[in-house]
């Protein structure tokens, strides 16, 4: 399965004025492959990542890189041009033959040269100051594809609450191959225990939402998780924790509800529990 | 090809047809069958480091039904060696439960090692199945994944979150991880910096010794860590920048990394998956 590799957005902290940044770490080699023997493959292939930005009619190349076996390609966002949610991403192929202005991205390459299991990944990295988080992710294509989708997540990875020093974001990645979807779309914000609806986020498609938890939870503890659904479309959650006082973030997803089940009749599980939330 | 697979034969012979193809690349072995009362636990790792650590648990029979259902988070811990060394209990029915977990040492041995979590409730899987009708239903069981949290100095109101490793643990410590035949090699897509220390946590959830080359392509350097069975070890990188690749037997070789491990409070600390 091939991916896509987006680059993180640009997160305003109002009360300082600062920004968190981000940028997408890419090296040009398989992350799993099996070890080189006589009738084993050696590595040995240039990739281009051709960055693309979201216009309003299509998506626009802005940059390519060129990249040897065991070479580092690093985009910071800071360097482009472009909104701090805007949606740039970093398609892999083998071939320089871009398209500069396309309406559908083009499909990334696969750079596995076996059966080797693991998707194909990137750092995906923020930073505040001087200190920096990275998660390897990615966004596969298969997912990029789907024109229609659900969403199911929650906030259990948001940290303590004091907001005079901690501050918690979920930033919701959408990304679609299509530059036609641009519309906004609705993320129902609930109390798991009465089911009852706390607020509605406007997300749009292809883009990044970036939702601060603490302005929602600030007469609630901590510990009440909300849960996060849409009908309509599917996004990557991505938990990020900035703590003001010592400049310490962090960031991790959280697990898909297929993660939950193991076994031939897990998407029975899956519907179920999707069918209890959505 | 696949659709037409799916179409005219059973699930478990598709099964069986994707591990003989992909024979050199099992991650689980296939011997044991799967049902509602298996569980499959991720490998966490314990720092001994760090001033406390949470761990974020959740509830699946809750998330299923949509009700609030009692039951046990449990955890064992294992030393550097993979010996038992642990448990602790933790009884809630919240939908997810943020759990401060006690030191499994008394006096603490050894910097890093790992831990599983399994649940256990009167209310079982297969009973929430039946009541939805979905009696004949097998072929599926819970895996109880679950997040840490790193806390890498004293007074501090955030940590570093991270899922857990790879593990494939039953609670009776049946482990379904599998040896390859030949080897692989992983590459986490990350660049290390010689400004920054890091700690590379590796444990092992197979029934046979582990064995790691540890190669720092830049260098040529190979290091290489032998762990036994629910055993931890780690490797100190410092000084270097570049790209590393972990060489095993696993279908998938990736520890947790440490970046400037605690006792930490520069605010440059940080745990990540490779």
Same mark, same amino acid.
């Given at each position: 399965?091939?991916?896509?590799?987006?680059?993180?957005?640009?997160?305003?902290?109002?009360?300082?004025?600062?920004?968190?940044?981000?940028?997408?770490?890419?090296?040009?080699?398989?992350?799993?492959?099996?070890?080189?023997?006589?009738?084993?493959?050696?590595?040995?292939?240039?990739?281009?990542?051709?960055?693309y930005a979201l216009e309003k009619c299509n998506w626009s190349l802005i940059?390519?890189?060129?990249?040897?076996? #065991?070479?580092?390609?690093?985009?910071?966002?800071?360097?482009?041009?472009v909104y701090?949610?805007q949606m740039?991403?970093?398609?892999?192929?083998?071939?320089?033959?871009?398209?500069?202005t396309p309406k559908?991205?083009?499909?990334?390459?696969?750079?596995?040269?076996?059966?080797?299991?693991?998707?194909?990944?990137?750092?995906?990295?923020?930073?505040?100051?001087?200190?920096?988080?990275? #998660?390897?992710?990615?966004?596969?294509?298969?997912?990029?594809?789907?024109?229609?989708?659900?969403?199911?997540?929650?906030?259990?990875?948001?940290?303590?609450?004091?907001?005079?020093?901690?501050?918690?974001?979920?930033?919701?990645?959408?990304?679609?191959?299509?530059s036609?979807?641009q519309?906004?779309?609705?993320?129902?914000?609930?109390?798991?225990?009465?089911?009852?609806?706390?607020?509605?986020?406007?997300?749009?498609?292809n883009?990044?939402?970036?939702?601060?938890?603490?302005?929602?939870?600030?007469?609630?503890?901590?510990?009440?998780?909300?849960?996060?659904?849409?009908?309509?479309?599917?996004?990557?959650?991505?938990?990020?924790?900035?703590?003001?006082?010592?400049?310490?973030?962090?960031?991790?997803?959280?697990?898909?509800?297929?993660?939950?089940?193991?076994?031939?009749?897990?998407?029975?599980?899956?519907?179920?529990?999707?069918?209890?939330?959505? | 090809?696949?659709?037409?697979?799916?179409?005219?034969?059973?699930?478990?012979?598709?099964?069986?047809?994707?591990?003989?193809?992909?024979?050199?690349?099992? $991650? #689980?072995?296939?011997?044991?069958?799967?049902?509602?009362?298996?569980?499959?636990?991720?490998?966490?790792?314990?720092?001994?480091?760090?001033?406390?650590?949470?761990?974020?648990?959740?509830?699946?029979?809750?998330?299923?039904?949509?009700?609030?259902?009692?039951?046990?988070?449990?955890?064992?811990?294992?030393?550097?060696?993979?010996?038992?060394?642990?448990?602790?209990?933790?009884?809630?029915?919240?939908?997810?439960?943020?759990?401060?977990?006690?030191?499994?040492?008394?006096?603490?041995?050894?910097?890093?090692?790992?831990?599983?979590?399994?649940?256990?409730?009167?209310?079982?899987?297969?009973?929430?199945?039946?009541?939805?009708?979905?009696?004949?239903?097998?072929?599926?069981?819970?895996?109880?994944?679950?997040?840490?949290?790193?806390?890498?100095?004293?007074?501090?109101?955030?940590?570093?979150?991270?899922?857990?490793?790879?593990?494939?643990?039953?609670?009776?410590?049946?482990?379904?991880?599998?040896?390859?035949?030949?080897?692989?090699?992983?590459?986490?897509?990350?660049?290390?910096?010689?400004?920054?220390?890091?700690?590379?946590?590796?444990?092992?959830?197979?029934?046979?010794?582990?064995?790691?080359?540890?190669?720092?392509?830049?260098?040529?350097?190979?290091?290489?860590?032998?762990?036994?069975?629910?055993?931890?070890?780690?490797?100190?990188?410092?000084?270097?920048?570049?790209?590393?690749?972990?060489?095993?037997?696993?279908?998938?070789?990736?520890?947790?990394?440490?970046?400037?491990?605690?006792?930490?409070?520069?605010?440059?600390?940080? $745990?990540?998956?490779?």
């Amino acid at each position: 399965m091939s991916s896509f590799f987006p680059v993180p957005p640009t997160i305003n902290i109002g009360e300082l004025s600062l920004e968190i940044y981000g940028s997408t770490t890419f090296l040009n080699i398989p992350n799993n492959r099996l070890k080189d023997t006589i009738i084993g493959k050696s590595y040995n292939k240039i990739i281009y990542l051709g960055l693309y930005a979201l216009e309003k009619c299509n998506w626009s190349l802005i940059k390519i890189f060129k990249t040897y076996p #065991y070479e580092y390609a690093q985009v910071e966002r800071k360097d482009f041009e472009v909104y701090p949610n805007q949606m740039l991403v970093l398609v892999p192929q083998k071939n320089n033959n871009f398209p500069k202005t396309p309406k559908k991205l083009p499909k990334p390459d696969s750079l596995r040269i076996d059966k080797s299991p693991v998707a194909e990944r990137c750092s995906l990295n923020f930073y505040f100051k001087k200190s920096i988080t990275s #998660y390897q992710g990615e966004y596969p294509f298969e997912m990029a594809s789907l024109e229609k989708s659900s969403f199911l997540s929650f906030d259990a990875l948001k940290q303590t609450y004091n907001s005079k020093e901690v501050v918690n974001f979920i930033i919701f990645m959408n990304i679609n191959v299509s530059s036609d979807l641009q519309g906004e779309v609705k993320i129902n914000v609930f109390n798991p225990c009465n089911k009852s609806l706390k607020k509605e986020i406007i997300a749009k498609r292809n883009s990044f939402t970036i939702h601060r938890i603490q302005e929602e939870n600030n007469r609630e503890k901590i510990n009440s998780v909300d849960f996060y659904t849409s009908k309509d479309s599917s996004f990557i959650p991505i938990n990020l924790t900035l703590n003001l006082k010592t400049n310490q973030l962090s960031a991790e997803h959280t697990h898909p509800p297929t993660e939950l089940f193991y076994g031939l009749n897990k998407m029975d599980g899956v519907r179920l529990l999707k069918k209890t939330w959505l | 090809m696949k659709k037409f697979l799916k179409k005219y034969f059973p699930k478990k012979f598709i099964n069986y047809l994707s591990y003989l193809i992909n024979w050199n690349h099992k $991650v #689980y072995s296939l011997r044991d069958d799967i049902n509602f009362e298996t569980n499959l636990s991720d490998f966490f790792v314990w720092s001994n480091n760090c001033y406390r650590i949470e761990f974020v648990a959740e509830n699946l029979r809750s998330l299923i039904t949509g009700k609030k259902i009692e039951v046990t988070h449990n955890f064992i811990f294992f030393n550097e060696e993979g010996e038992l060394i642990n448990s602790q209990k933790y009884q809630t029915n919240n939908f997810f439960e943020k759990i401060l977990l006690d030191s499994p040492h008394e006096s603490p041995k050894g910097k890093y090692f790992s831990f599983i979590h399994y649940v256990d409730s009167e209310t079982s899987l297969y009973e929430i199945f039946d009541n939805y009708g979905l009696k004949k239903i097998n072929e599926i069981c819970e895996q109880n994944r679950g997040y840490t949290i790193y806390y890498p100095q004293e007074n501090k109101y955030s940590g570093a979150v991270v899922h857990g490793n790879f593990g494939g643990i039953s609670k009776n410590f049946l482990k379904r991880a599998t040896y390859n035949s030949r080897k692989h090699i992983y590459t986490p897509i990350y660049k290390f910096e010689e400004q920054e220390n890091y700690d590379l946590v590796f444990n092992n959830p197979t029934n046979k010794y582990l064995i790691i080359k540890i190669h720092l392509n830049e260098s040529d350097k190979i290091i290489n860590l032998n762990i036994p069975t629910f055993g931890t070890k780690f490797f100190s990188l410092t000084n270097y920048t570049g790209s590393i690749s972990f060489e095993s037997k696993l279908a998938i070789c990736r520890p947790l990394i440490f970046r400037n491990p605690a006792p930490n409070c520069q605010g440059n600390f940080d $745990v990540f998956h490779s």
